[in-house]
C-alpha cells in the first residue's frame, strides 16, 4: 500500500532555527528526514516530544521555510527555502488540524466551521449540507449557535476537526489533535476520525506521542529519532479495517507492535 | 454520540439569578456612595455658604429650570455635537492606521517616535493655537477633541493588532483565506476589544477637550456657560453646568458600553464585565 505511487514525497528535509543575534547557531531540529505518502494512506508518525514533529507538519502545511531538502506533492516540488514563496495549505489542498483548535472566538461553532468554505467562496446549499452532516456525526448538534467559549475542549477539537475535513482537501495533517484530552473523549474521537476516514478515505498524515493512538489509527507507523530528527523505524499496521478502536489494544497483532515500536522511541 | 453530555454543567436560570443579584447589590452600593457624596457637598456648601459653594439642592433646580427653558439644553446640545464630531474624526483614522501599517513594520516604527510625542504633549495647550487657526466657532472645538482622542485611540488599536494571534492568522491562510480576509476575518475582530478600550478611555477626554476649548474662548456651549458663571461669581451656575458635563459624560459612556456589549457578544460574561469595569 505505501510503496503505491506516492502522494507526498520527502527528502532529506532539515531544518534549523536562525540563529538569535549574539548566540551560537542553535543545533538542527530535522535532519536527512526522508519518506513518502501513499495516496489515501493513513500514516502516523510517533516521537519524543522536542522531536520536531510539529516543525514537519509547519513544514507540510507551508507555514515555515525549511533549511534545506525537498518536498513533493503528487511529483510537483514545492519551494520551502522563501517565506515569501510558501503558500499556506498549498491553495487548499493540504488541511491542517492543528494541536490546539485555533477556533476563532468571535464565530459560532457553525459559522468557524463553515469558515474555510466562507473565503474560499464555496458556500452552496450543498457544502453547506456537508457541514451540517459532520456536525451531526462528530455529535455537535445543536451547538450551532454556541460560541467557543461555550463549548467543551472535547467539543472545539471536534469543530476543529470538521472544519478542516468539510471543504475536504486531498491531504489532512493532524498535529496531536486528541492531545489534551480525557481517555474517553479521546477513543471517541479517535473512533469518529477513524470512521471518518473509512467513509472518505484522505490521506492523513497524523503525529501523536501516544504509541497507542498510533497503532490505532495509522496503515504505517514511522518512529522519529530525537534531535535532530530522522526516520529511526517503520511500521506496517497490519490490522483490518474498519477497526474497533475501543477494543485496538486486544487484537492479536498490537502487543507485539507496541513493543518494537517502544523499543525505538527514546 | 455519546460524548454529547459535556455541556456547561452550570444550570443558566441559576446563573442568571446570582448574576442579577450581585448587579442589584453594586447599584445599591453605588446609590449609597453618591449619597455620601452629596453630604459632603452639602456640608461643604453649608460650611463656606452658597457663594462659595452652591448647594445640591440649588444647583438640581437650577439644571431642572435650565432643561425646561430649554436654555440649558441648546448649550449642552452644542457641546455635544462638538465632542461627538471630534470623536468620530479622531477615533477613525485612529483606529484605521494601525491596520492600514499592518504589513508595514517599518512605517509603523518611523512615526512611533512623532506618535508617542503626540500622545504625550498636553493637547489642551494647543486649544489657543487652534483658536487662532479655525477661528472662535466650532471648528477649533472639534479640532481640538479630535487631536485628543486621535492618539489615544492609535496606541490602543495598535495594541489590537499587535495582540494578533499568529496562529490564528496560519489556520486561516491555510484554510484559503487572503491577506484583505485575513484582516478582516481574523485581525479586525481581535483587535476590537483593544479599540473599545481606547474608545472608553477618550471618551471622557472628548468632552473635556470640548468643555476646555469653549472656556478659552466661546460664546456657546457648556464651557461658556461655566466662564460665564465664574464671572458672575455664580457657583451654582457653574456647578450646575458641570453637572450638565457629567451627565453628558455618562450618556457617552453608556453609548461606548451598549455598543461594545453589542460588538463583544462573542466574549465569555466575566470577561466583559471586567473590561467594562461595571
Known sequence: MATAEPLLEIRALCKRFPARAGREHPPWVIRDLTFSVAEREFLTIVGPSGAGKSTLLNMLAQIETASGGEVRFQSQPIALDDPKALSPGLACRIGYVTQEDNLLPWRTMLQNVLFPLAVQGRLTPETRARAETLIRTVGLAGFEHHYPHELSGGMRKRAALIRTLVYDPPVILMDEPFGALDAQTRTQLQQDLHQLWIGGRKTIVFVTHDIAEAIALGDRTLVLSPPPAHVAGEHVIDIPHPRDIRAIMTHPAFAGLYERIRAQVH | ?278
Open chain 2, 1 to 278: 454520540m455519546t460524548a454529547l453530555g459535556e455541556g456547561r454543567s452550570r444550570d443558566p436560570a441559576d446563573l442568571r439569578w446570582s448574576q442579577a443579584a450581585s448587579t442589584l447589590r453594586a447599584r445599591g452600593d453605588q446609590v449609597i456612595v453618591l449619597i455620601v457624596l452629596i453630604a459632603i457637598w452639602q456640608t461643604a456648601s453649608l460650611a463656606l455658604g452658597v457663594y462659595w459653594v452652591g448647594s445640591p439642592w440649588g444647583v438640581a433646580s437650577r439644571v431642572a429650570a435650565g432643561a425646561f427653558s430649554g436654555d440649558l439644553l441648546r448649550h449642552a446640545a452644542y457641546t455635544a455635537l462638538e465632542a461627538a464630531a471630534g470623536f468620530a474624526l479622531g477615533a477613525l483614522p485612529a483606529a484605521a492606521l494601525p491596520f492600514a501599517l499592518r504589513r508595514f513594520p517599518i512605517a509603523t516604527a518611523i512615526i512611533d517616535p512623532f506618535m508617542v510625542g503626540g500622545y504625550g504633549a498636553p493637547k489642551l495647550a494647543l486649544a489657543p493655537l487652534f483658536i487662532l487657526w479655525f477661528g472662535i466657532g466650532i471648528e477649533s472645538k472639534i479640532a481640538l477633541v479630535a487631536i485628543t482622542v486621535f492618539f489615544i485611540v492609535y496606541f490602543s488599536a495598535l495594541a489590537g493588532v499587535r495582540a494578533l494571534d499568529a496562529k490564528l492568522v496560519q489556520m486561516a491562510q491555510v484554510a484559503g483565506a487572503h491577506e484583505r480576509q485575513v484582516v478582516r476575518h481574523i485581525v479586525l475582530p481581535g483587535a476590537v476589544p483593544y479599540i473599545f478600550t481606547g474608545l472608553r478611555i477618550a471618551m471622557p477626554y472628548s468632552i473635556g477637550g470640548a468643555v476646555i476649548a469653549e472656556l478659552i474662548s466661546s460664546n456657546r456651549g457648556l464651557g461658556y456657560l461655566v466662564q460665564l458663571g465664574a464671572m458672575n461669581f455664580d457657583t451654582t451656575g457653574v456647578l450646575a453646568a458641570l453637572t450638565a458635563v457629567t451627565l453628558i459624560v455618562f450618556v457617552g459612556n453608556w453609548s461606548v458600553n451598549a455598543a461594545e456589549r453589542r460588538l463583544l457578544r462573542w466574549r465569555p460574561p466575566a470577561d466583559l464585565r471586567l473590561q467594562a469595569g461595571t
